[in-house]
């Protein structure tokens, strides 16, 4: 565990006494939330994560470097891209996936489009959200969200170079 990680948790801590003595009752009620949110999101979290290891297991680093790693050019670009745009996972298992595939042979830029397009392109969403806004507004949207991605890939790519 690094130093900013124990750092933060003592800040919760500090805050939460600070809640618990200010007001008891709304102090448990929000851990008791928090732990309800926390067996909700559990499972999917635990699946994410399995599949992930398997995928690292089984799959070499070679083979992650050469089709998403740093030298991988627009291919892997346009492969970061399409998985993240059909892919439906929520933020906070998507930058630790992130994180992985660096570890494993990815390229930063490459990782940089996957989350941009796993963030704001929603192929699998696009049905619901033309139910609301209509699919000419949730195409336009979702084809300049996609373009985008390409252009922070390119800006995390350019910084990376510096």
């Known amino acids: ?12 801590l ?3 006494g600070i809640s618990f003595f200010k007001d008891r009752k ?3 009620e929000a851990l008791l939330k928090a732990w309800k949110s926390f067996i909700v999101l559990l ?10 290891g398997f995928m690292v297991v089984f ?15 627009f291919l892997g670009f346009l492969i970061s891209s399409i998985v993240g745009a059909i892919t439906l996972i929520p933020g906070f298992v998507a930058f630790p996936m992130a994180k992985m595939l660096l570890e494993n042979g990815a390229g930063i830029a490459q990782m ?3 989350i941009s397009t796993l963030m704001m392109v929603g192929i699998i969403t696009a049905p619901l959200e033309a139910s609301f806004f209509g ?28």
């Open 135 to 162: 699919w000419k507004a949730t195409m336009g949207r979702n084809l300049m969200a996609y373009f985008f991605s390409f252009v922070v890939g390119y800006v995390v790519w350019m910084v990376v170079r510096i």
């Open 43 to 52: 499972p999917p979290f635990l699946t994410i994560i399995f599949l992930l």
């Open 14 to 16: 500090i805050l939460l």
């Open 59 to 73: 799959i070499p680093e070679k083979t992650i470097a050469l089709y998403i790693g740093e030298k991988s050019g």
């Open 26 to 28: 709304k102090t448990i």
């Open 112 to 114: 940089a489009v996957f």
């Open 1 to 12: 565990m690094d130093l900013s990680t124990v750092i933060f948790y003592i800040i919760v």
